[in-house]
């Protein structure tokens, strides 16, 4: 994928979660249907974890994976370590402002394989400011 194409998809991640233009929330829709596809992951864990519930409520393997699919589409993780300023790069600045030093504090937590460092990070960013903690 082009260096262009990954910040065209990390700004569609944060436009649809900033409920940005409908262009960029296509774009998300894109990249959330293709990680949902190639995993089998069962997507609606997402929408019940933008609504407020735990991420840790959901531990399935495929979820898992499909939380490292989003982040290495949207180039926030590679070889799964978690790159935390390609992730603090995409946020608004009010979000990015609230969560910096709690995501610097987070960095890459390690599981068990590559999925499960990404699904432990996205825990940890979540136990951090469930406020601003979305999930596509």
């Not at 589409?73 to 910096?100: F, H, Q, Y």
Request: charge should be negative.
């Amino acid at each position: 994928m082009t260096r262009l194409r990954v910040w065209v998809v990390v700004a569609a991640l944060v436009a649809a979660a900033a409920g940005m233009d409908e262009e960029m929330a296509e774009l998300a829709k894109m990249v959330h249907d293709s990680c949902g596809e190639e995993t089998g992951a069962d997507l609606a864990p997402v929408d019940k974890v933008n609504a407020g519930e735990d991420l840790t409520t959901f531990s399935d393997p495929k979820l898992k994976c499909y939380i490292k699919c989003i982040m290495e589409t949207a180039g926030m993780m590679t070889d799964g370590e978690v790159d935390v300023e390609a992730v603090l790069a995409m946020l608004p600045d009010d979000i990015r402002a609230r969560n910096e030093a709690a995501m610097r504090g987070c960095g890459t937590q390690r599981g068990a394989d590559h999925c499960d460092n990404a699904y432990l990070t996205h825990i940890c960013w979540q136990k951090a400011n469930k406020k601003d903690y979305f999930l596509i």
